[in-house]
């Protein structure tokens, strides 16, 4: 089992200013998947726990010299302390900018190492920073790299997160959503997220004394759409979505307020959108951030980044 490669200064730039600092507010450890076209960062996939997050990069935005190899297809997955793995690439990056080497470059590769008191090796990925005439060296600990079943049930986990909502509609202002929940945590911990084909998303927090809720009505739709009713507008939200959900143009569904702040800190890896969709029978809410090609409105198909909420209740729906 062998995996080395060099970070590209855009891998460099993606991991350190977006995605590890994203990743890190999601959760403590996450699974680096391996594999010969592909490089992902995956959270809470195989224990069903919290709020699941797949981030996933085409090799050669991340990597040059790319080389992998394992008796599993070349598929390699371990878990790492994101926080650590983050300290250990701007230690890289402050080692290289002293170095005033135009040639330091940094390498990162799986390696066994006997730790400081310690008879049996332990795995670690290494940052090496290597310049001209000298290299600098840091180990961050891993866990064992996953067995072939464990890599098996990662990826078909891996596969189940990717399926879609029949209907996902877009956000683009971020902060507005982020201010909305934020708001509506002062309220209660329990939120109502319902989706309608005619573009409607409703959040809704209620308790015994209040009810507060919003909508963003007219949103891009992508997927399953329907014509709103003729005199729609009339009706109160509640109602337009209660009658929404039943003639099966939308769905309902409970998650926690506190996963859904927590999935809107995906946007310290500075998405130009996200969509929001809610899975067939309820099953739960995705949430799937869209980054564009810079200098244009055309998606970067070499960057994916998703959450996908447990649902606290089996929701209403078709």
């Given at each position: 089992?062998?995996?080395?490669?060099?970070?590209?200064?855009?891998?460099?730039?993606?991991?350190?200013?977006?995605?590890?600092?994203?990743?890190?507010?999601?959760?403590?450890?996450?699974?680096?998947?391996?594999?010969?076209?592909?490089?992902m960062?995956?959270?809470?996939l195989?224990?069903?726990?919290?709020?699941?997050?797949?981030?996933?990069?085409?090799?050669?935005?991340?990597?040059?010299?790319?080389?992998?190899?394992s008796?599993?297809?070349?598929?390699?997955?371990?878990a790492?302390?994101?926080?650590?793995?983050?300290?250990?690439?701007r230690s890289?990056?402050t080692i290289?900018?002293?170095?005033?080497?135009?040639?330091?470059?940094?390498?990162i590769?799986l390696?066994?190492?006997?730790?400081a008191?310690?008879?049996d090796?332990?795995?670690?990925?290494?940052?090496?920073?290597?310049?001209?005439v000298?290299?600098?060296v840091?180990?961050?600990?891993?866990?064992?790299?996953?067995?072939?079943?464990?890599v098996?049930?990662?990826?078909?986990?891996?596969?189940?997160?990717?399926?879609?909502p029949?209907?996902?509609?877009?956000?683009q202002?971020?902060?507005?959503?982020?201010?909305?929940v934020?708001?509506?945590?002062?309220?209660?911990?329990?939120?109502?997220?319902?989706?309608?084909?005619?573009g409607?998303?409703?959040?809704?927090?209620?308790?015994?004394?209040?009810?507060?809720?919003?909508?963003?009505?007219?949103?891009?739709?992508?997927?399953?759409?329907a014509?709103?009713?003729i005199?729609d507008r009339t009706?109160?939200?509640?109602?337009?979505?209660?009658?929404a959900?039943?003639?099966?143009?939308?769905?309902s569904v409970?998650v926690?307020?506190?996963?859904?702040a927590?999935?809107l800190?995906?946007?310290?890896?500075?998405?130009?959108?996200?969509?929001?969709?809610?899975a067939?029978?309820?099953?739960?809410?995705?949430v799937?951030?869209q980054?564009f090609i810079?200098?244009?409105?055309?998606?970067?198909?070499?960057i994916?980044?998703?959450?996908?909420?447990p649902?606290?209740?089996?929701?209403?729906?078709p």
């Amino acid at each position: 089992m062998k995996f080395k490669a060099f970070l590209t200064q855009d891998g460099v730039h993606l991991l350190d200013k977006r995605f590890l600092p994203a990743l890190d507010k999601l959760g403590r450890i996450c699974h680096v998947y391996l594999t010969p076209d592909h490089a992902m960062f995956l959270q809470n996939l195989l224990s069903g726990d919290g709020v699941q997050s797949v981030a996933q990069f085409n090799k050669d935005v991340l990597f040059r010299d790319y080389r992998i190899s394992s008796q599993n297809a070349g598929r390699i997955a371990f878990a790492v302390d994101v926080a650590l793995l983050h300290r250990a690439l701007r230690s890289a990056l402050t080692i290289q900018a002293q170095a005033r080497d135009d040639t330091a470059a940094i390498q990162i590769k799986l390696v066994k190492k006997l730790p400081a008191g310690s008879r049996d090796p332990a795995p670690f990925l290494t940052f090496e920073t290597k310049g001209r005439v000298s290299a600098v060296v840091q180990d961050v600990p891993i866990s064992k790299p996953l067995p072939r079943d464990d890599v098996q049930q990662l990826q078909s986990a891996l596969e189940a997160a990717q399926d879609l909502p029949q209907t996902l509609v877009q956000v683009q202002d971020l902060a507005q959503l982020q201010s909305l929940v934020d708001r509506l945590r002062n309220v209660g911990d329990l939120l109502t997220v319902a989706i309608t084909r005619y573009g409607d998303l409703h959040l809704q927090v209620s308790t015994s004394l209040i009810t507060v809720g919003s909508e963003f009505r007219r949103l891009r739709v992508l997927g399953l759409r329907a014509d709103p009713p003729i005199g729609d507008r009339t009706l109160s939200a509640p109602t337009r979505t209660e009658m929404a959900i039943q003639k099966g143009e939308g769905l309902s569904v409970q998650v926690s307020l506190k996963h859904l702040a927590k999935s809107l800190q995906c946007h310290l890896a500075k998405p130009d959108c996200a969509f929001y969709g809610i899975a067939p029978q309820g099953a739960c809410l995705t949430v799937i951030f869209q980054f564009f090609i810079p200098g244009t409105r055309l998606t970067d198909k070499s960057i994916s980044f998703y959450c996908r909420l447990p649902v606290l209740d089996p929701g209403s729906g078709p």
